[in-house]
């Protein structure tokens, strides 16, 4: 959401506007009656052949992944916490941590001693990580909506996310993955991982009830809700 006077009066004199979930939409809902909700969609993001080659490395491995930027609000002390938590009982799984930002060194301090923990640094090819990928988490302290969950439901993974901001909106528990209570600390988790790599049935539940939600997240249905929008306006008397 775009912040300032400015971006406030063009809200206000706008014809239409969109939020990105109920959260986005319910604050601009004060500026502007006409308040509809799109979702985003996935990106079709590109993948690279020399990168899935490098992480092949990974292949005999359960796979946690978290995308994002590495900034506080990312909550990525979470994931290194819950990696700790399942380190020894766990040794299959393994957590690869994509991005960079201007915590990254005190991050990787934290890590230290974890067999269990890989940060790959920034990359552009989302897709290529998302191919190995088994589960995504999304421990946010807050998202507008956490567009990387629907880059994951692309390629049919499930996510354990934070109950936070526009994730609930998107994460159907039981089918597309699990929410957690940020202040229950990630034994919560850990609880919902072990269930999930224990019971490959479950497992597999989950990936079958990506599969079965994610049309609703494909640029088609996007454009298509946009365009209603339009036809809308054009129409208007």
């Not at 790599?197 to 009830?209: C, H, I, N, P, Q």
């Given at each position: 959401m775009l912040k300032g006077k400015l971006s406030e009066s063009t809200y206000r004199k706008a014809d239409y506007v969109v939020g990105i979930s109920k959260k986005v939409a319910s604050n601009l809902s004060g500026l502007n009656s006409n308040v509809s909700i799109i979702y985003d969609s996935y990106s079709n993001l590109p993948s690279n052949k020399d990168e899935e080659v490098t992480l092949q490395a990974y292949s005999n491995k359960f796979v946690v992944t978290q995308i994002g930027s590495l900034i506080d609000i990312k909550?990525?002390?979470?994931?290194?916490?819950?990696?700790?938590?399942?380190?020894?009982?766990?040794?299959?799984?393994?957590?690869l941590i994509v991005g960079e930002g201007k915590l990254e060194e005190e991050l990787k301090s934290q890590a230290q001693g974890l067999s269990n923990v890989t940060f790959l640094g920034?990359?552009?090819y989302i897709s290529s990580v998302l191919s190995i990928t088994n589960l995504l988490i999304m421990p946010s302290k807050n998202e507008g909506l956490g567009s990387s969950i629907l880059e994951a439901y692309q390629h049919n993974v499930p996510v354990i996310g934070s109950n936070v901001g526009g994730i609930p909106e998107i994460v159907e528990v039981g089918q597309s993955g699990?929410?957690?209570?940020?202040?229950?600390?990630?034994?919560e988790a850990v609880a919902h991982l072990e269930h999930i790599v224990?019971?490959?049935?479950?497992?597999?539940t989950l990936r079958e009830g990506v599969k079965a939600i994610k049309r609703k997240y494909s640029p088609e249905t996007m454009v298509q809700s946009y365009q209603s929008i339009y036809n809308q306006l054009v129409t208007k008397p």
């Amino acid at each position: 959401m775009l912040k300032g006077k400015l971006s406030e009066s063009t809200y206000r004199k706008a014809d239409y506007v969109v939020g990105i979930s109920k959260k986005v939409a319910s604050n601009l809902s004060g500026l502007n009656s006409n308040v509809s909700i799109i979702y985003d969609s996935y990106s079709n993001l590109p993948s690279n052949k020399d990168e899935e080659v490098t992480l092949q490395a990974y292949s005999n491995k359960f796979v946690v992944t978290q995308i994002g930027s590495l900034i506080d609000i990312k909550n990525v002390p979470y994931t290194i916490e819950l990696a700790r938590l399942v380190e020894r009982q766990y040794p299959d799984i393994h957590f690869l941590i994509v991005g960079e930002g201007k915590l990254e060194e005190e991050l990787k301090s934290q890590a230290q001693g974890l067999s269990n923990v890989t940060f790959l640094g920034f990359t552009p090819y989302i897709s290529s990580v998302l191919s190995i990928t088994n589960l995504l988490i999304m421990p946010s302290k807050n998202e507008g909506l956490g567009s990387s969950i629907l880059e994951a439901y692309q390629h049919n993974v499930p996510v354990i996310g934070s109950n936070v901001g526009g994730i609930p909106e998107i994460v159907e528990v039981g089918q597309s993955g699990y929410l957690v209570d940020l202040d229950n600390g990630p034994e919560e988790a850990v609880a919902h991982l072990e269930h999930i790599v224990r019971d490959k049935s479950s497992y597999a539940t989950l990936r079958e009830g990506v599969k079965a939600i994610k049309r609703k997240y494909s640029p088609e249905t996007m454009v298509q809700s946009y365009q209603s929008i339009y036809n809308q306006l054009v129409t208007k008397p």
